[in-house]
């Protein structure tokens, strides 16, 4: 098991670290979307429904000038509590331990690091991953993991567990609503210090009272990302 604190620092003295998504996104700045509970702008929109949500994601960016987004990590969310997928005794999961990056179907993501595939697998049930891809990193002895969710079914094709994926290399697309588990296009992308076993699937959001054991392994995956970002 690899901690926060460890994969973040290992990131950081690592020399070998590639664009997640094209170029052309990362010349200008993302909004910044914020689907907290206590956001009072998205209490009027309805999560389970992929019409709304698409909309309120389209009139933001357009709003604000801007053509992708981004954002989420440790937000407590409550779109959750639409899917019983999400109920954990008496509480939804609801802390997010990834970040949303909102882009077109289709559009490419490439391996930020050096990788083996740890695993993949269709998560086919609502406001699921739908396909999801899981890479093992190793970084100086700091092992850990990346997760992709929310593509295509094609990105599935022709992998392999223990298949070596280089910095840079293409790994998949986006997948539209029709197989991402039912939400408007967009990646879901998070790290792993400790996979406890699953495979092909992780958490996304975990209950309120696990917050500080989760984020202890999860680090904030931005800083895959901070080095590429506009810069106004």
Same mark, same amino acid.
């Given at each position: =098991?690899? !901690? ?19 170029? *052309? ?6 909004? @910044? ?13 309805? =999560? !389970? ?43 939804? @999961?609801?802390?997010? &331990? ?17 990788? *083996? ?14 396909? *999801? ?21 094609? !990105? ?14 293409? &790994? ?18 998070? =790290?792993?210090?400790?996979? =406890? ?33 506009? @810069?106004?």
């Amino acid at each position: =098991m690899s !901690s926060s604190i460890e994969i973040t620092s290992a990131i950081k003295n690592c020399n070998n670290v590639s664009p997640l998504i094209p170029r *052309t996104f990362l010349r200008t700045p993302p909004f @910044r979307f914020d689907f907290s509970k206590q956001n009072p702008e998205i209490q009027n929109v309805d =999560m !389970s429904d992929v019409t709304d949500l698409q909309k309120f994601i389209e009139d933001s960016l357009d709003a604000a000038g801007l053509v992708w987004g981004m954002g989420g990590y440790n937000e407590d969310r409550f779109f959750y509590e639409k899917s019983d997928l999400f109920k954990s005794g008496n509480e939804y @999961r609801s802390i997010h &331990l990834g970040i949303d990056i909102w882009l077109p179907a289709g559009t490419e993501i490439y391996a930020p690091l050096d990788a *083996t595939v740890h695993s993949f697998h269709y998560n086919d049930k609502f406001l699921d991953y739908g396909p *999801t891809i899981v890479l093992r990193h190793d970084i100086a002895g700091v092992v850990f993991q990346t997760l992709y969710g929310h593509l295509s079914m094609s !990105s599935l094709k022709g992998l392999s567990e223990g298949k070596v994926i280089r910095s840079g290399e293409r &790994l998949a697309e986006l997948g539209s609503v029709d197989v991402n588990g039912s939400w408007p296009p967009h990646l879901h992308f998070q =790290m792993i210090g400790d996979m =406890m076993g699953k495979t092909g699937d992780y958490p996304a959001v975990v209950i309120p009272s696990e917050r500080a054991k989760y984020l202890a392994i999860c680090p904030d995956p931005e800083i895959l990302l901070k080095n590429f970002l506009h @810069r106004t």
